[in-house]
């Protein structure tokens, strides 16, 4: 299985990002992707969770600004990130965990190198 992280970058505090998953070497939507970050000098943190029933989950504080999906024809996952702020600026991970609803903490057995969002007041 092999995640790769794109999208990433800087952007202004109220601007934008999508950030794009492209999984191979796994059946699509027989795995659960998930969004998580770290932030520098912080320990990671998930964001967001797309089961593999379809069910989504966010973490509070991107609830209403991040948007999870996926192309089952590209094999790949997004993260859609509108009203972007200082906090979250991190580096973002992409995650899979097969069979799995949803994103078990310390759970997600196959991960990207992750992807580097700056966002500038």
């Known amino acids: 299985v092999q995640l790769v992280e794109s999208g990433g970058g800087l952007v202004q505090a109220g601007g934008s990002l999508r950030l794009s998953c492209a999984a191979s070497?796994?059946?699509?939507?027989?795995?659960?992707m998930g969004w998580y970050r770290q932030a520098p000098g912080k320990e990671r943190e998930a964001v967001s969770c797309?089961?593999?029933?379809?069910?989504?989950f966010y973490e509070d504080p991107m609830k209403g600004r991040f948007t999870i999906s996926s192309d089952n024809v590209k094999n790949t996952v997004y993260l859609q990130m509108n009203n972007l702020k200082p906090e979250d600026t991190a580096v973002y991970y992409c995650a899979a965990q097969r069979l799995s609803s949803w994103c078990p903490p310390n759970g997600m057995g196959y991960w990207g190198k992750g992807i580097l969002v700056t966002v500038f007041s």
């Open positions: 070497g796994l059946t699509f939507g027989s795995y659960a």
């Open positions: 797309l089961g593999n029933l379809g069910d989504t």
